[in-house]
């Protein structure tokens, strides 16, 4: 099945467009890290509570992703993530499936990590999930506005691969 929007067809790669669309998802924000080197390492801010996209503290997590492999699809009817990547380096996609939202149907994909140094604010609702595309282990701070509540979680799941959203994981060489 070819997903509509991601991977073009041979004339549509011939006229030149986009193989990949990367537009912006209504509510996902991007903020860029500010790192601050010196002669005995580096200092990295994530996230202040006067920063305007802090609504909440829920708790801190990292979680850790091998290379090559895939975690996904998922998302909260709560909870906004705060996510980093801080050492590696991860492939984040979102995909937009809210009623009413202006961006429904749309994907957004971010590279993050040590040479891309930001925080994807996610909003509640949007699906949501990341591919390690470092040659190392990736480790991902979340710092989402929600504690984990493992008798009633706000995890809604959807398999990687086998889904109707329209995102293929694979690398594109060229």
């Given at each position: 099945?070819?997903?509509?929007?991601?991977?073009?067809?041979?004339?549509?790669?011939?006229?030149?467009?986009?193989?990949?669309?990367?537009?912006?998802?209504?509510?996902?924000?991007?903020?860029?890290?500010?790192?601050?080197?010196?002669?005995?390492?580096?200092?990295?801010?994530?996230?202040?509570?006067?920063?305007?996209?802090?609504?909440?503290?829920?708790?801190?997590?990292?979680?850790?992703?091998?290379?090559?492999?895939?975690?996904?699809?998922?998302?909260?009817?709560?909870?906004?993530d705060n996510a980093v990547c801080i050492k590696?380096?991860?492939?984040?996609?979102?995909?937009?499936?809210?009623?009413?939202?202006?961006?429904?149907?749309?994907?957004?994909?971010?590279?993050?990590?040590?040479?891309?140094?930001?925080?994807?604010?996610?909003?509640?609702?949007?699906?949501?999930?990341?591919?390690?595309?470092?040659?190392?282990?990736?480790?991902?701070?979340?710092?989402?506005?929600?504690?984990?509540?493992?008798?009633?979680?706000?995890?809604?799941?959807?398999?990687?691969?086998?889904?109707?959203?329209?995102?293929?994981?694979?690398?594109?060489?060229?």
């Open positions: 099945m070819r997903k509509e929007g991601i991977t073009g067809t041979m004339e549509e790669k011939a006229r030149g467009e986009k193989e990949i669309i990367d537009q912006s998802i209504d509510g996902v924000k991007i903020k860029k890290l500010r790192v601050i080197p010196d002669e005995r390492g580096r200092l990295g801010e994530i996230l202040r509570r006067d920063d305007s996209i802090f609504l909440g503290f829920g708790q801190v997590y990292f979680t850790t992703t091998y290379p090559g492999v895939v975690k996904a699809w998922h998302k909260h009817l709560k909870q906004y590696g380096a991860i492939k984040l996609a979102l995909y937009d499936d809210r009623e009413g939202s202006p961006t429904r149907g749309k994907v957004q994909q971010i590279y993050m990590g040590e040479h891309n140094p930001v925080l994807v604010h996610i909003p509640p609702k949007v699906y949501h999930g990341w591919k390690c595309i470092s040659t190392e282990e990736a480790y991902i701070v979340n710092i989402p506005t929600e504690p984990y509540d493992r008798e009633n979680p706000d995890e809604y799941r959807v398999d990687a691969h086998n889904n109707d959203i329209p995102y293929d994981w694979s690398r594109k060489d060229g």
